[in-house]
């Protein structure tokens, strides 16, 4: 089992940063794949970033490429999601996940409770 707690979310403006955080417990940490989806009311949980065991390799939606920064400390068990030029259609929930798999094929096994996300325009 690993226990999964996100935060850092909140309220920006458009054009500001946040930096989420997600600390982890139980399992190896450094055995899991991490990633980032984000959901929003009414619509499907959406990839938005992974990254891999060891941190050497990672993978962003088309859609927050260039802004999005996903990292991990293995030693401190924590996966982070740097967030720049924040936009509107950045607003969500946004949860972490600890998985199998590649960061072109990620397969979540375990999910945090989620943090929101809202940028205002």
């Known amino acids: 089992q690993v226990q999964l707690v996100e935060s850092g979310g909140g309220l920006v403006q458009a054009g500001g940063s946040l930096r989420l955080s997600c600390a982890a417990s139980?399992?190896?940490?450094?055995?899991?794949?991490m990633a980032w989806f984000r959901q929003t009311p009414g619509k499907e949980r959406e990839f938005v970033a992974a990254i891999s065991k060891s941190g050497d390799s990672t993978n962003y939606a088309d859609s927050v490429k260039g802004r999005f920064t996903i990292s991990r400390d293995n030693a401190d068990d924590t996966a982070l999601l740097q967030m720049n030029s924040l936009k509107p259609e950045d607003t969500a929930v946004y949860y972490c996940?600890?998985?199998?798999?590649?960061?072109?094929?990620?397969?979540?096994?375990?999910w945090g409770q989620g943090t929101q996300v809202t940028v205002s325009s």
């Open positions: 996940a600890a998985g199998r798999g590649t960061v072109t094929w990620f397969l979540g096994d375990y």
């Open positions: 139980g399992r190896a940490f450094s055995s899991q794949t």
